[in-house]
């Protein structure tokens, strides 16, 4: 499967990373995760996966599981307890970098991936950037995943108290949250290394002379083989164009870029602020 990432500047040395957002494959991920105990202890029993693919199955169980129980806090009505709760989670969401439900969203199914930039941009320092996040990303969400797990079994001793273990409930999504990343941290790096693509190929050119040792401003690889394609967009440099500002980019302009490229609003907008 491929999936498109859109990469643009939004103040200052701030740029945003995210991926397009596509209702049909979303569906289709959620109708192949197990919906009940019954149906996950088949899908253990009856196949032959190795014991990675079977802790994957009990995680996309598990945060199928987290899933349904948000929607439900979120329908709580006004006032009552659980709608106290959801909006305690959502200051909590608040505080989880961009950078996090960027590389959360870069799943296993993923096979390659097409980087849609501002044409104004340099395609190695789009691709340099990306690396980068990827590489920071699987050392940060690899020490904050042990840290998470860690956490475990100190927040269960609340269950004692008639509340709500919250803490648990907070230490177990974080795992979670932190282990998405980390494999997504892991992917992405392996798609867009310099070893993914015969970009820097030591061939000579056609005509027999030595490889150039500076590759063109735009370059993009349409290769069936190719992981990764670069992609330059006049229609986003466009848009930054119209609205640019010293202070960076409004929210009408993200309004009107994440319209455009099906992306996230709110993810996007955090990207403003995050260091």
Not at 29 to 42: E, F, G, M, R, V
Not at 160 to 169: A, K, S, Y
Not at 203 to 212: L, M, T, V
Not at 248 to 266: E, P
């Amino acid at each position: 499967m491929r999936a498109r990432l859109v990469v643009f500047p939004v103040k200052g040395r701030n740029w945003c990373f995210s991926r397009s957002t596509d209702p049909s494959l979303e569906e289709a991920a959620a109708s192949h995760t197990p919906s009940t105990l019954k149906h996950l202890w088949k899908k253990i029993s009856s196949s032959s996966n190795s014991s990675a693919k079977n802790v994957e199955l009990v995680i996309d169980y598990a945060s199928n599981k987290m899933d349904k129980a948000w929607t439900g806090l979120e329908k709580a009505p006004e006032g009552t307890f659980k709608n106290k709760l959801h909006g305690l989670g959502l200051k909590l969401l608040s505080r989880v970098k961009p950078s996090e439900i960027f590389l959360k969203s870069i799943s296993k199914e993923v096979s390659s991936v097409e980087i849609t930039y501002p044409s104004s941009l340099n395609a190695r320092l789009v691709r340099r950037r990306l690396r980068h996040v990827a590489m920071r990303g699987a050392a940060i969400h690899k020490k904050y995943f042990y840290g998470s797990v860690m956490l475990l079994p100190l927040s269960s001793a609340l269950a004692v108290l008639p509340l709500p273990n919250i803490p648990f409930f907070w230490f177990l999504f974080r795992s979670y949250s932190n282990w998405r990343a980390l494999k997504g941290s892991e992917k992405l790096l392996q798609l867009v290394s310099d070893c993914s693509c015969a970009e820097n190929s030591a061939a000579p050119n056609a005509k027999g002379s030595e490889p150039e040792s500076e590759e063109p401003k735009h370059k993009s690889h349409s290769s069936q083989d190719s992981l990764w394609v670069l992609q330059p967009s006049k229609e986003l440099q466009e848009l930054l164009n119209k609205h640019a500002d010293e202070n960076g980019l409004n929210d009408s302009a993200i309004s009107d870029i994440c319209k455009t490229f099906s992306l996230n609003a709110k993810d996007v907008s955090k990207f403003r602020h995050s260091i």
